[in-house]
């Protein structure tokens, strides 16, 4: 007997084949297939189960079960329904089901041969239209179809519970909505928002940096429908993760054997936020640099290889100096030498730094807040809808960089030869980000082509801020 369940594949559930097959011998079952101990210790409820349904074990025979692919260590909360019920279709105690092809069986049992959903039913399975799975009875709310079955006894007359609303609805985090903000704070929000760019924020400590990251949350798009789907949300919205600064490299990027996803995948689609940046070791730093360019992550252990999501927008704070108050421009007097201050920023490499955008400062000081979080996002809403309708240069399949570059024919003349030509840029990369930034400025303006005014307000937020941090902790 051959039938189909799920097994666990890193931070999902994927389908398996669980072949049932009896032979002569003494009564004992054989679980092939590189199980953990998890299915291991489930052949106990099972044969407890049946016993306890009235069935018989088979006599005589010793019963194997294969669970292919048979070279990846397997877990699976829901495989010992499967083995149950495939020993029951086997030895022709219960009829197998007509439909077979798109049957998933997926169930936990109890001692007394109650059959139950696991949790794990409801958000990591995303099956194929017409695919069907034969569970137990359960509260979760997902959209597709179920079988269920309350008791073993019961696995020829399952019942059919259609397919659902799903229970993940869309609520936008408020907090950010609530505030107001300066003309730069807004500024910035609103360019981060709309293009997803990576934004350190510096400076003093009370500045409000941490503020402004949470208002960023409540400003983002709303998550697709397939993030709604998969219940790949957080509080009904795009995920926000935040580890604390003593994390290691191993628990943001994963590992593992076979590897598992790492915080950094765990916000795929929506924020990593790094709160004190400059307390993350260097591990840290240099292991985030590849996969936030990138929006991937390929792990490999021993023969074991594995690619995982990390298209994320990454958001950092820190402080500047050891005080915690002093930001460009600013004045502080707290006894400090600027060589120990400049020493603070010697913690974070140049390759990394260079991944971030762009670059604000937060002085601390009071000044007028007259931009509400509501009206940023009516603004965020109309530059959003602007984008959409816009004609697109790139091309389904492109590289990220690839694609930015397809952007220079939206930029007017003669700044297209200006800045391609320019050597106001240090890398290549902080060429991108100008052009990235100043793109999501001309769709902030509604404008189908970056203009000249776009160019230079993008050249301030990705450049100019990043050399007068350069420039004032050098004392210049």
């Given at each position: 007997?051959?039938?189909?369940?799920?097994?666990?594949?890193?931070?999902?559930?994927?389908?398996?084949?669980?072949?049932?097959?009896?032979?002569?011998?003494?009564p004992?079952?054989h679980l092939?297939?590189?199980?953990?101990?998890?299915?291991?210790?489930?052949?106990?409820?099972?044969?407890?189960?049946?016993?306890?349904?009235?069935?018989?074990?088979?006599?005589?025979?010793?019963?194997?079960?294969?669970?292919?692919?048979?070279?990846?260590?397997?877990?699976?909360?829901?495989?010992?329904?499967?083995?149950?019920?495939?020993?029951l279709?086997?030895?022709g105690?219960?009829?197998?089901?007509?439909?077979?092809?798109?049957?998933?069986?997926?169930?936990?049992?109890?001692?007394?041969?109650?059959?139950i959903?696991?949790?794990?039913?409801?958000?990591?399975?995303?099956?194929e239209?017409?695919?069907?799975?034969?569970?137990?009875?359960?509260?979760?709310?997902?959209?597709?179809?179920?079988?269920?079955?309350?008791?073993?006894?019961?696995l020829?007359?399952?019942?059919?519970?259609?397919?659902?609303?799903?229970?993940?609805?869309?609520?936008?985090?408020?907090?950010?909505l609530?505030?107001?903000?300066?003309?730069?704070?807004?500024?910035?929000?609103?360019?981060?928002?709309?293009?997803?760019?990576?934004?350190?924020?510096?400076?003093?400590?009370?500045?409000?940096?941490?503020?402004?990251?949470?208002?960023?949350?409540?400003?983002?798009?709303?998550?697709?429908?397939?993030?709604?789907?998969?219940?790949?949300?957080?509080?009904?919205?795009?995920?926000?993760?935040?580890?604390?600064?003593?994390?290691?490299?191993?628990?943001?990027?994963?590992?593992?054997?076979p590897?598992?996803?790492?915080?950094?995948?765990?916000?795929?689609?929506?924020?990593?936020?790094?709160?004190?940046l400059?307390?993350?070791?260097?591990?840290?730093?240099?292991?985030?640099?590849?996969?936030?360019?990138?929006?991937?992550?390929?792990?490999?252990?021993?023969?074991?290889?594995?690619?995982?999501?990390?298209?994320?927008?990454?958001?950092?704070?820190?402080n500047?100096?050891?005080?915690?108050?002093?930001?460009?421009?600013?004045?502080?007097?707290?006894?400090?030498s600027?060589?120990?201050?400049?020493?603070?920023?010697?913690?974070?490499?140049?390759?990394?730094?260079?991944?971030?955008?762009?670059?604000?400062?937060?002085?601390?000081r009071?000044?007028?807040?007259?931009?509400?979080?509501?009206?940023?996002?009516?603004?965020?809403?109309?530059?959003?809808?602007?984008?959409?309708?816009?004609?697109?240069?790139?091309?389904?399949?492109?590289?990220?960089?690839?694609?930015?570059?397809?952007?220079?024919?939206?930029?007017?003349?003669?700044?297209?030869?200006?800045?391609r030509?320019?050597?106001?840029?240090?890398?290549?990369?902080?060429?991108?980000?100008?052009?990235?930034?100043?793109?999501?400025?001309?769709?902030?303006?509604?404008?189908?082509?970056?203009?000249g005014?776009?160019?230079?307000?993008?050249?301030?937020?990705?450049?100019?801020?990043?050399?007068?941090?350069?420039?004032?902790?050098?004392?210049?």
């Amino acid at each position: 007997m051959i039938l189909q369940s799920l097994i666990r594949e890193h931070d999902r559930l994927v389908p398996a084949e669980v072949e049932v097959l009896l032979l002569p011998g003494l009564p004992h079952i054989h679980l092939l297939g590189l199980p953990d101990q998890v299915i291991k210790e489930s052949l106990h409820r099972v044969r407890s189960a049946l016993r306890s349904q009235g069935f018989e074990w088979p006599k005589a025979r010793q019963v194997l079960v294969n669970i292919r692919p048979v070279d990846r260590r397997k877990s699976s909360r829901g495989l010992e329904f499967a083995i149950a019920a495939g020993l029951l279709w086997e030895t022709g105690q219960k009829p197998p089901p007509l439909q077979q092809k798109g049957l998933y069986v997926y169930g936990e049992l109890s001692l007394s041969g109650e059959v139950i959903e696991p949790e794990d039913l409801a958000t990591d399975f995303l099956p194929e239209d017409g695919d069907l799975v034969m569970t137990g009875s359960g509260t979760a709310q997902r959209g597709f179809s179920r079988l269920r079955v309350r008791q073993l006894a019961d696995l020829d007359r399952p019942e059919l519970h259609p397919m659902e609303a799903p229970m993940f609805e869309i609520r936008r985090p408020p907090e950010g909505l609530r505030r107001s903000f300066t003309a730069v704070e807004a500024r910035a929000l609103s360019i981060a928002a709309l293009g997803g760019h990576h934004w350190l924020l510096a400076g003093a400590s009370g500045g409000g940096k941490t503020t402004l990251a949470r208002a960023l949350w409540s400003l983002l798009d709303p998550p697709s429908a397939l993030d709604q789907k998969t219940g790949r949300l957080q509080e009904g919205w795009r995920p926000w993760v935040a580890p604390h600064h003593s994390a290691s490299a191993l628990s943001l990027v994963g590992g593992g054997m076979p590897p598992r996803p790492g915080e950094i995948s765990r916000a795929d689609g929506g924020i990593l936020f790094l709160d004190e940046l400059l307390e993350f070791s260097p591990a840290v730093q240099e292991a985030l640099r590849e996969p936030v360019e990138r929006g991937v992550i390929r792990l490999s252990r021993g023969h074991h290889s594995q690619v995982f999501p990390a298209a994320l927008q990454l958001v950092a704070t820190t402080n500047l100096c050891p005080c915690g108050r002093w930001a460009p421009g600013v004045k502080v007097d707290c006894g400090r030498s600027l060589r120990r201050c400049a020493s603070v920023l010697e913690r974070i490499s140049g390759p990394f730094f260079d991944r971030f955008d762009f670059l604000t400062f937060a002085d601390g000081r009071r000044q007028v807040r007259d931009h509400s979080g509501e009206d940023l996002l009516l603004r965020l809403e109309a530059a959003r809808a602007f984008r959409a309708n816009r004609p697109s240069r790139g091309k389904p399949g492109m590289s990220p960089d690839d694609e930015v570059r397809a952007l220079w024919e939206d930029v007017e003349e003669p700044w297209r030869s200006e800045f391609r030509e320019s050597n106001l840029f240090h890398s290549e990369r902080r060429r991108l980000s100008t052009l990235r930034v100043a793109r999501s400025l001309a769709d902030l303006d509604a404008s189908p082509t970056i203009r000249g005014r776009h160019w230079e307000e993008a050249l301030e937020w990705t450049l100019k801020n990043f050399e007068r941090l350069r420039t004032a902790s050098l004392g210049i």
